[in-house]
């Protein structure tokens, strides 16, 4: 039990394009989400607390108008990057709260041209 | 603040070999949980274990074993006898409950090669 999934697991775009990615809970329901971002040879960085139904957290430093968080139900949050650019590329992993556990997604890849 | 050490950025051994990923926390918490995350090549993070502040049995699964001692803020992860599919990047990590959500301190990761 406790699969999170995610997708796209890859997304290669053009510099000002908007990428939304997906994390699911596929068989609980998760009231928190979490999204991270992770650089290469590095740990993750938190970047926001999705709530459902309310508005995500987002830690210091996080654009919130960059990074758009929608968490509408308890099984699904999602990511858009607003305009990507190349210091977007990165990888992105989202996680989804059960009971006192995070569990994670498999990721998504993004690199921005 | 909350605070994970991992001091060991990358450890190598041979197949067989034991091998032991420490483990240091900071924390003013009085409850709290630690977990061990596996990360492979793939990238998504697997689940291994969380241990409660209150809770120090050490736990074995298999060939995994983990030590919990709160005198020394120390949860180390021992692999017994390890294999190639071991070779991952692992990580501790530390929360307490807030209530509804419990943010991740995470260590900076020890890089694991088990090699034939």
């Known amino acids: 039990g406790a699969v999170v999934s995610q997708h796209p697991s890859r997304v290669i775009c053009k510099s000002g394009t908007s990428v939304k990615i997906e994390c699911r809970s596929l068989?609980?329901?998760?009231?928190?989400m979490f999204w991270y971002r992770q650089f290469p040879k590095q740990s993750l960085m938190l970047m926001a607390t999705s709530n459902e139904g309310s508005k995500a957290t987002y830690e210091q430093g996080v654009e919130k108008d960059k990074f758009l968080i929608n968490h509408a139900s308890l099984t699904l949050s999602t990511l858009t990057v607003a305009s990507a650019h190349p210091e977007d590329s990165s990888f992105y992993i989202c996680?989804?709260?059960?009971?006192?556990?995070?569990?994670f997604g498999p990721g998504t890849r993004l690199l921005v041209l | 603040a909350q605070k994970v050490t991992q001091a060991q950025t990358e450890i190598s051994v041979v197949e067989k070999e034991d091998v032991t990923l420490d483990c240091v926390y900071e924390t003013r918490d009085t409850t709290y949980y630690l977990f061990w995350y596996k990360q492979p090549p793939s990238g998504e993070l697997v689940f291994l274990i969380r241990r409660n502040s209150f809770d120090e049995q050490n736990e074995i699964s298999g060939r995994y074993s983990w030590n919990f001692q709160k005198s020394t803020s120390s949860f180390n992860f021992t692999i017994t006898a390890s294999q190639v599919v071991d070779s991952a990047v692992y990580f501790c990590?530390?929360?307490?409950?807030?209530?509804?959500?419990?943010?991740?301190?995470f260590g900076t990761g020890t890089r694991l090669q088990v090699t034939l």
């Open positions: 068989d609980f329901q998760a009231t928190t």
């Open positions: 990590a530390l929360s307490s409950y807030t209530g509804t959500a419990s943010k991740l301190t």
């Open positions: 996680s989804a709260q059960r009971q006192e556990t995070q569990y």
